[in-house]
């Protein structure tokens, strides 16, 4: 069994995303998954631009775009859980933003009406069981990751895939002290570890463990006062 995880951060593994994906990997890695982790940064998948949907109607499921996104559609295909991870951007970094429009060979369109939506289903040949969005910001509220979360629960909505929750740390910068967690912040790295071993074991993360991942490290006024000084 496997999990793929793909970090959009630009900092890669020196952002704050890189921290929290990595705890969620161990956790995913000791309730018995292998896991493969890639950086967008470093393949740079290329934008969807065929304008013809090619890979539904011409080539289904085959991406007509050749680049290193190629060889890594089998991964995606053989892994059973899909993790997409990236800072809030406006909304998005670029290539994040790519890999998720070059998901679409993962579709299969037919079509059927769900709670009142029209949805596709997962191609024949992917493994794809649950998708997972784990996203940092830097400002206060969570309100600033809904635009993620709904791009990222669209997709597996979309494919019939479960979507299994929005892993999310607003100001994550103060989980940390001169690049080590805080007190606070390791408690909540233990929690992003173990919703890991849950995100194994059920479809979905425990909602009170979200909660907790994301929950505020001070209030909202002194965190503006903070920020404008």
Excluded at 65 to 89: F, H, R, T
Excluded at 137 to 148: A, M, R, Y
Aim: aromatic fraction near 8%; charged fraction near 25%.
């Amino acid at each position: 069994m496997k999990a793929i995880a793909f970090n959009g951060s630009p900092r890669m593994e020196r952002g704050y995303t890189s921290r929290l994906l990595s705890s969620l990997l161990k956790g995913i890695q000791s309730a018995g998954y292998d896991t493969e982790l890639f950086y967008t940064n470093t393949f740079s998948p290329l934008p969807c631009t065929c304008g013809s949907m090619h890979c539904w109607d011409i080539e289904p499921g085959i991406c007509c775009m050749k680049d290193s996104m190629q060889p890594i559609y089998q991964k995606i295909k053989e892994s059973e859980i899909l993790v997409l991870a990236a800072p809030v951007y406006i909304p998005l970094p670029g290539e994040m933003q790519n890999l998720i429009n070059r998901l679409c060979p993962m579709i299969d369109p037919v079509l059927s009406i769900v709670d009142g939506r029209t949805r596709a289903k997962l191609r024949a040949g992917w493994k794809t069981e649950k998708i997972l969005l784990v996203s940092t910001g830097g400002w206060w509220e969570k309100e600033n990751f809904d635009t993620l979360i709904r791009i990222v629960r669209e997709l597996a909505e979309n494919a019939s895939v479960v979507f299994s929750g929005a892993l999310i740390r607003p100001h994550v910068h103060l989980m940390f002290d001169r690049g080590d967690p805080t007190d606070e912040g390791k408690e909540i790295l233990l929690k992003v570890e173990e919703a890991g071993c849950e995100l194994v074991r059920k479809e979905t993360i425990d909602d009170d463990l979200l909660k907790f991942i994301s929950r505020p490290l001070i209030s909202h006024e002194t965190f503006v006062e903070m920020w404008n000084r």
